[in-house]
């Protein structure tokens, strides 16, 4: 098993920044991927960014170009750094862990955007 704790999210302005941290209790050298999910109220959860245990990413198309996964091994922890935040980018980000046939969730940290 593995605990996931988010942290910074907060309000910005459209076009600000954000960097989102993800702290796993234990080593993430060897999950399979990690990924930033969101979901915003009404909606579903979506992906965001997945970034897979050799550092191979992927973006959902709305955020390419903004938004940038990775993952530092040492510190047992995944990031998402947001620029050019938009409106439409406010949800509740979840970070999520797969390891085989399971999955783990943080708690969430809400992104707030407003002028």
């Known amino acids: 098993q593995v605990q996931l704790v988010e942290s910074g999210g907060g309000l910005v302005q459209p076009g600000g920044s954000l960097r989102l941290s993800c702290a796993a209790s234990?080593?993430?050298?060897?999950?399979?991927?990690m990924g930033w999910y969101r979901q915003a109220p009404g909606k579903e959860r979506d992906v965001v960014a997945v970034i897979t245990s050799d550092g191979s990413t992927n973006y959902v198309d709305s955020v390419k170009g903004r938004f940038t996964i990775s993952r530092d091994n040492a510190k047992n922890t995944v990031y998402l750094q947001m620029n050019s935040l938009k409106l439409e980018d406010a949800a509740v980000y979840y970070c999520?862990?797969?390891?085989?046939?399971?999955?783990?969730w943080g708690q969430g940290t809400q992104v707030t955007v407003s002028s």
């Open positions: 999520y862990a797969n390891q085989g046939a399971a999955g783990y």
């Open positions: 234990r080593s993430i050298f060897s999950i399979n991927f």
